[in-house]
């Protein structure tokens, strides 16, 4: 079946840190990759996307590149804040189904 | 300013006791859904809509019904709740395609008791 896998968390770094949070999937056809975040008390806000092969998404100092080969669409940051603090979702969209799956959420807790 | 709004934020109800979460945006968007959020489960689908009069349903949608009678409202019924539909839900809507990202409202917490 179509699904997202991430790493569980929590993640705690120490601020400057290097952040990865791992996300593979699992999809019959051709899916377009998101991550997206969510704050204490809010619904989600996207933070990436990457709609092919090989594409790379990026804002606010996060990064995630689409690896068809691997079947996976890692987020890294290369200094994380305390306000990057959040559950981070990866998420898959397939046009052949026109339904969306979210991985389980990976908690970052990051301490000055 | 482009938003989803859902009501109500919190609801604590009994079993059997028929409730709505309303759902609307201002966005035009064709594309609208219902998530359920569970500890170490994330987000799950529960309906989608494509458009007006066009539903079908997601990976968990027993004992949920939805309704697409205008293009900016998307309700979510529970016509006999029960316990394990406690949860925080979520709806979303985006344009139809499928590379365009969902936009959220800020959830409705649901207690069954």
Not at chain 1, 28 to 50: D, N
Not at chain 1, 67 to 92: M, W
Not at chain 2, 74 to 94: D, G, K, R
Request: aromatic share 12%.
């Amino acid at each position: 079946g179509n699904s997202v896998t991430q790493m569980e968390g929590p993640v705690t770094l120490s601020e400057e840190a290097f952040l990865t949070i791992n996300c593979t999937y699992t999809a019959t056809g051709y899916p377009s990759l998101f991550w997206y975040v969510q704050y204490p008390g809010e619904g989600l806000q996207l933070l990436l996307k990457a709609t092919k092969a090989d594409d790379k998404g990026s804002n606010k100092g996060f990064e995630a590149t689409y690896r068809k080969e691997t079947t996976s669409f890692h987020l890294e940051k290369g200094s994380v804040q305390v306000s990057d603090s959040a559950v981070y979702f990866c998420a898959l969209f397939l046009y052949n189904f026109n339904k969306f799956y979210f991985g389980s959420g990976t908690k970052l807790n990051v301490k000055p | 300013e482009a938003q989803v709004t859902q009501n109500p934020r919190y609801l604590i109800t009994v079993t059997g006791k028929k409730l709505t979460v309303t759902c609307s945006q201002n966005m035009n968007h064709e594309y609208m859904s219902w998530y359920r959020q569970d500890p170490g489960l994330g987000l799950r689908q529960i309906y989608y809509s494509m458009n007006v009069e066009v539903t079908d349903k997601g990976d968990v949608p027993e004992g949920y019904k939805v309704s697409r009678k205008e293009k900016r409202n998307f309700p979510l019924i529970l016509e006999s709740p029960s316990p394990n539909q406690t949860s925080l839900y979520f709806c979303a809507s985006s344009h139809r395609r499928g590379d365009q990202p969902q936009h959220f409202g800020d959830g409705t917490r649901l207690s069954i008791l």
